[in-house]
């Protein structure tokens, strides 16, 4: 009787473990399958144990820590492994230093000093008033490409031609984009060679003192691409901080040093301000007036420029969720354009008031200052100037030039998967000065068509920046309005420059010469 009593006893205890564990099983498919909160996977009672006992605390800081670092490390730092084998991008220690250095040897140049030239047409007033709506216009549109460079998938667009094809689709976007890119770096690549090696002739000639030179000017463009392609030998865009450091303050001294020199000499005899001083054609003519007005206007807007480049520029910092590459590039941005405010007002006020309406309409500001200063000027001062001209002309190519070695060796590596060699890498270089040399020399006549190309490349500046924040942000509606009407405004004018140059070259025509530099 007692054997039956505790087999009861023995049995009905192992039916309550059983129900016991059945419901502790039930339990959590009841949590996963409940409405109220999401599905939880069931934790090893062990690792709960372990991970609270004092040994596991250094542990669980380190996953802690990791996690983190890979969550931050994911979201922001999503790179191409193939970014690490290019110019531009094999470097991502820049700063706010370098972004600043960048941004003023490629913001500041010889166009500049054709400013004084648009207000022989639009005046004081409006000319005061143009150059400062253009100022904010396309400092705007760069505060917008700063923000485009990291999207919110944690993608870094370190090439402005890749953040338009994200923006506007693959087709689409190398059409609108693709040409004007191009032509931003390696027509101005051409002019700089020009420039520089026409500048580097008259140098000579301050410096000895005899008006004839022993070199023709093929042999001076010769000379100076010589000169750039050896620093151009320089591997990535990190490497050439401190060449477009030099190139800055080249640029902003001879600035300087000719508004300078331009306001505190007596005027020529004979200065006005008669505005609009118009071509004789244009006088009688209205719809030459207007073209001629929108030409002035070309001149202002072309004197900003770098926007093809503020995205190169920034991919070369690191970034991070607690300092994202925006912030150093912002920093660096709003110090260069502070310089460059206080470049190009003075250049363009100070020298419409030095010269009026006798500003030479080729060279702007420097022939104007050898033309009616160059007696009664120290030849220190006039070939200093030239010297920095050079100097400047000779570090904006390394900078303007980098999206094409880029682009070159992109193709190489997409071809080939792995890095482009040293000896490669050096004859893409000496390749491209070669070629850029040999236009130069071809088509003397190219600065003739900068209104023309130029207006073509408006939008790269002023329009696109804009379209592509609507498309890729999706901001609210008042500020997607504002961003449509500002770049449709910039398309406008755009459309507007190309179509006053075309009639200013079917009016007045353009002296066409081949392999005949002057």
């Keep these: 009787m007692s054997s039956e009593v505790t087999e009861v006893k023995v049995n009905s205890m192992s039916s309550a473990r059983r129900a016991a564990d059945c419901s502790e099983i039930e339990t959590p498919a009841a949590d ?13 009672p062990f690792a709960s144990r372990f991970m609270s006992t004092p040994l596991a605390s250094p542990m669980k800081k380190a996953i802690v820590s990791m996690q983190g670092y890979l969550e931050e490390v994911g979201h922001f730092t999503k790179l191409d492994p193939q970014d690490a084998w290019l110019p531009i991008t094999e470097s991502r220690n820049g700063n706010a230093y370098y972004s600043a250095f960048h941004t003023l040897s490629s913001g500041i140049g010889v166009q500049a000093l054709l400013l004084p030239l648009s207000f022989t047409v639009l005046g004081w007033v409006w000319g005061i008033i143009c150059l400062s709506v253009a100022f904010i216009w396309q400092l705007y549109t760069l505060w917008l490409l700063i923000q485009l460079h990291e999207s919110q998938s944690g993608m870094r667009y370190s090439r402005y031609l890749r953040l338009s094809m994200a923006a506007f689709g693959e087709k689409l976007g190398k059409l609108l984009s693709l040409f004007p890119i191009m032509y931003l770096s390696g027509g101005t690549c051409v002019t700089l060679i020009m420039i520089g090696g026409g500048t580097m002739k008259i140098f000579y000639q301050i410096v000895s003192g005899n008006n004839t030179s022993p070199l023709t000017i093929v ?12 620093l151009a030998q320089l591997p990535n865009l990190n490497s050439i901080a401190g060449v477009s450091l030099i ?3 080249a640029a902003v001294t001879y600035c300087t040093l000719i508004w300078v020199v331009s ?13 609009p001083a118009l071509p004789p054609q244009a006088k009688s003519d209205p719809a030459a007036s207007v073209f001629s007005i929108l030409n002035a206007i070309g001149i202002t807007v072309f004197a900003f420029r770098g926007h093809n480049l503020v995205l190169e520029i920034q991919g070369t910092m690191p970034s991070s969720t607690k300092c994202p590459s925006r912030l ?9 354009y ?4 206080m470049c190009l007002f003075p250049i363009a006020i100070g020298g419409y008031w030095a ?3 006798l500003i030479p309409s080729n060279g702007g500001m420097l022939n104007a200052l050898n033309n009616y200063y160059g007696h009664d000027t120290s030849k220190f001062v006039l070939g200093f100037t030239s010297l920095l001209v050079v100097i400047n002309c000779l570090t904006s190519f390394q900078i303007y030039a980098m999206p094409v070695f880029d682009n070159l060796e992109f193709r190489y590596t997409s071809c080939m998967n792995k890095p482009c060699p040293q000896w490669l890498r050096a004859g893409f ?3 491209f000065g070669c070629f850029a040399c040999f236009i130069a020399v071809a088509l003397p006549f190219l600065p003739s068509l900068a209104g023309l190309i130029g207006g073509v490349a408006v939008p790269i500046t002023l329009a696109y920046p804009c379209f592509m924040w609507i498309l890729i942000t999706k901001p609210p509606k008042h500020i997607a309005i504002f961003n449509w009407v500002l770049g449709s405004l910039g398309i406008v004018l755009s459309i507007l420059i190309v179509t006053g140059a075309i009639w200013n070259i079917v009016t007045i025509g353009i002296e066409v010469h081949f392999f005949k530099p002057e």
């Design 32 to 44: 996963m399958a409940s409405p109220a909160g999401p599905p939880k996977t069931p934790k090893s």
């Design 328 to 336: 150093p590039m912002w920093k660096g941005v709003k110090f260069a």
């Design 429 to 431: 270089r000496i390749l």
């Design 263 to 275: 306001i505190t000499r007596d005027r020529p005899a004979g200065v006005n301000y008669d505005y």
């Design 355 to 357: 010269y009026g309406n």
């Design 338 to 341: 502070l310089i460059i405010a």
């Design 247 to 249: 190139g800055a303050i």
């Design 219 to 230: 042999e001076w463009y010769l000379v100076f691409t010589g000169t750039a392609i050896v």
